[in-house]
């Protein structure tokens, strides 16, 4: 499973938002000297964010820009510090996450199936990573030469630019790690999903038709179940700092609108474009990601009950174990996938268009009444 994000893990721990032994050779096999070095990295962001809370602020005419305004300057770094905070706390949720999907691996070569493209693997993530670094370190760059022409740019400003900068690329680095570790549970009920279909289809083979009984009632329940534990568990481990994410980016976003709204006063057009509207899309689109892999996910963990219901699996109708399977069937369609942050709403589509409909209400509201 961790093959999947190998680079976005190193940066993670560099961050210090992942003291997780990441592979078996490590040399820091310990949980402790890791927690102490995310405890450190901790303290710099406090330190970070105490720096930049009173630098390059616009002040607000409105009671609820004050407000909006007074949320984001305590928010800014808030998510770091929380995610590593967390981690710590709740390192033994990703432990069992690992472990679950390894006994899934090792169940799995026993059918030979084709393992994942490491080396396919390996490009997205250098992919992702040059495009994470790329869109924030521009508007940054931006804003440092729209300063420089206004002579407006001293050192504070200039720190205050890196700072958030560097907060910026690594919380976007924790939601690239948190994409590819549910794609590659993703991929791996997708896989089970495959292995059934072709145990199903019309064109199967005499080799597999043969333990066709043997996966049905041994294995097959126990693959799902590997990765249904193993999904579970990493949510129990995300399950803080995704409430606590979505409610810095919700903060981000709606500060950002309102001052796309109510900053044309006093700033340009042009310039208010240049500061509001990146951070809009940047942070719209680790929410539209998060929300995305997670309905993938269950999408794929839930297919396998209208797979073994359907008119065309003849496999597993026609063997000796068709009442287990049946039975296995109902079970999977009566207790579906969900992945549900701190029990409040499903993180899937429906919850993006949700939040989405809500921002734009508020802004429509708070711009007829102003």
């Known amino acids: 499973m961790l093959e999947n994000c190998r680079w976005l893990l190193y940066i993670s721990r560099f961050c210090g938002c992942h003291p997780h032994t990441i592979d078996e050779l490590s040399i820091f096999k310990n949980f402790h000297p890791l927690a102490v070095y995310s405890l450190i990295a901790c303290g710099m962001y406090c330190a970070g964010a105490y720096y930049t809370f009173n630098t390059y602020l616009i002040k607000c005419e409105t009671n609820v820009g004050c407000v909006l305004e007074q949320l984001y300057r305590y928010s800014r770094s808030s998510y770091m510090i929380l995610t590593a905070l967390l981690s710590c706390l709740r390192h033994m949720e990703f432990e069992r996450t690992i472990s679950t999907t390894r006994k899934f691996d090792n169940l799995i070569q026993h059918y030979h199936w084709c393992t994942d493209d490491k080396r396919k693997n390996h490009y997205m993530q250098w992919l992702i990573m040059i495009l994470i670094f790329g869109v924030w370190f ?78 049905a009632i041994m294995n097959l329940q126990r693959l799902h179940r590997y990765l249904h534990d193993a999904t579970n568990c990493l949510t129990s481990y995300y399950n803080p700092q995704l409430l606590t994410w979505i409610t810095c980016m919700l903060i981000e976003i709606t500060t950002n609108v309102f001052g796309i709204v109510f900053s044309g006063k006093y700033i340009p057009l042009n310039n208010m474009l240049l500061f ?13 990601a998060i929300s995305r892999i997670c309905y993938l996910t269950c999408n794929q963990a839930n297919a396998l009950a209208s797979i073994i219901f359907s008119a065309e699996t003849s496999a597993f109708k026609h063997s000796n174990f068709s009442t287990e399977t049946t039975e296995l069937g109902v079970f999977l369609w009566a207790h579906p996938l969900r992945i549900r942050v ?26 007829s009444v102003l």
């Open 138 to 215: 521009t508007p940054i760059l931006l804003m440092i030469i729209f300063s420089a022409r206004n002579k407006t740019l001293t050192k504070t400003v200039l720190f205050a630019f890196m700072i958030k900068c560097v907060t910026r690329i690594s919380f976007s680095m924790e939601i690239a790690k948190f994409y590819f570790l549910y794609d590659a549970l993703r991929r791996r009920f997708h896989r089970l999903n495959r292995l059934c279909h072709e145990l199903i289809g019309m064109t199967v083979g005499i080799n597999i038709r043969l333990f066709a009984d043997g996966l």
């Open 342 to 367: 701190c029990g409040l709403f499903n993180l899937d589509n429906q919850f993006t268009l949700s939040v989405f409909g809500i921002i734009l209400m508020y802004v429509v509201l708070v711009s």
């Open 276 to 288: 509001y509207i990146p951070y809009v899309i940047f942070v719209s689109l680790q929410i539209i």
